[in-house]
């Protein structure tokens, strides 16, 4: 029977927000599998410190664009934005790595969860 578990992102420290320093790929890690079989399902929340709108890219198990990239605009200073709803990325024994960049440094934090099972 599979075991089921809510976990920080392995990119924040103590489930703290995570961010967005990279502005190209491969961007800033947010999350990275175990490297053993098992299946994330991952939730990531964005928010954006500056006054205007800004584009964050999530590079989604690997850096190939356009077929990783997930690409979102955040609205500026109007709190946390759901970014990531719960999609899945199944580890079959080698990880997996979500990274994260955006058109400047320093202004998109990330949060979130993942719930893993194994």
């Known amino acids: 029977m599979p075991t089921y578990s809510k976990v920080k992102l392995s990119g924040s420290t103590s489930g703290r927000p995570i961010k967005v320093v990279a502005t190209a790929t491969a961007g800033t890690t947010i999350h990275t599998t175990l490297g053993t079989a098992s299946t994330d399902e991952v939730y990531l929340y964005a928010n954006n410190t500056d006054t205007v709108t800004r584009t964050l890219t999530i590079q989604w198990g690997g850096t190939t664009s356009p077929d990783d990239s997930i690409v979102v605009g955040i ?15 199944v580890d079959t024994g080698s990880a997996l790595t979500i990274r994260a960049f955006a058109d400047v440094t320093n202004i998109i934090n990330i949060t979130g969860y993942v719930n893993r099972i194994v």
């Open 75 to 89: 609205a500026a200073q109007s709190g946390i934005f759901l970014v990531i709803p719960g999609l899945i990325l």
